[in-house]
Each structure stands twice: as C-alpha cells, then as structure tokens.
C-alpha cells in the first residue's frame, strides 16, 4: 500500500511562490498517475493538475494554467508543483493523490484517484 505525504505549504505574500512535494512510501507510485487538489475553507475538494504515468501529460484547472507547474522524479519517487504568481484566492490545503492502477491519464476526476496524502496548508496573504 503507498502512503503520500506532502510538504512545502506555509505562507507567501501575492505574487510569490511556494514549491509543494509529494512523497510516495511503501510503495512506488510510478505506476499511477498523480494529481494535486485543494480545499478552500467551506468549499468543495477542487482539482489544481495532474501529471501522468510517464510525466508526459499534464492537466491543469484554468485558475492555475500559467502559473503552477506539476513535475515528477521517478527516481526519487516525488512528484512536485510549483505555484508561481500565488493569489489570496489559492489559499488552502493542498491534497496530493494518486490513482488507481487502471488510470494513468492525467484526469481532473476526483474520483479516479485511490491514494490520498494528509494535506498541506497554503496561505496567501499580505
């Protein structure tokens, strides 16, 4: 069984960065495809971009396209996004998952994804 665990989040001033990691134990993730989420206060689990199986495919929202940038290291069994251009409106916690093993698409279905990390807390502010 594969356990995900992120870190990175914390605090940036708008326009800033932040870098998020996804850490896969137990198992390798590489057979999978793996996808960033969010959770404002009070609103539903939103899909932020996915990368898939291979790393060749990428999917992102609309509300990140340009600014965020999913990554994975097969080798270290990471996967990574780095959010450029950060809003107050990107303030939450940050979920990494992966699939199950019958997707290795990119997908924004929420859904799809079997393997769920703990979160990491992102805050925009000045």
């Known amino acids: 069984q594969v356990q995900l665990v992120e870190s990175g989040g914390g605090w940036a001033q708008p326009g800033g960065s932040l870098r998020l990691s996804c850490a896969a134990s137990?198992?390798?993730?590489?057979?999978?495809?793996v996808g960033w989420f969010r959770q404002a206060s009070g609103a539903e689990r939103e899909f932020v971009a996915a990368?898939?199986?291979?790393?060749?495919?990428?999917n992102y929202a609309d509300s990140v396209k340009g600014r965020f940038t999913i990554s994975r290291d097969t080798a270290k069994n990471t996967v990574s996004l780095q959010m450029d251009s950060l809003k107050p409106e990107d303030t939450a916690v940050y979920y990494c998952?992966?699939?199950?093993?019958?997707?290795?698409?990119?997908?924004?279905?929420?859904?799809?994804?079997?393997?769920w990390g703990q979160g990491t807390q992102v805050t925009v502010s000045s």
């Open positions: 137990g198992r390798t993730f590489s057979s999978a495809a």
């Open positions: 990368i898939s199986r291979s790393g060749a495919r990428t």
């Open positions: 998952a992966s699939t199950a093993s019958s997707w290795t698409t990119p997908t924004s279905l929420i859904n799809a994804y079997a393997t």
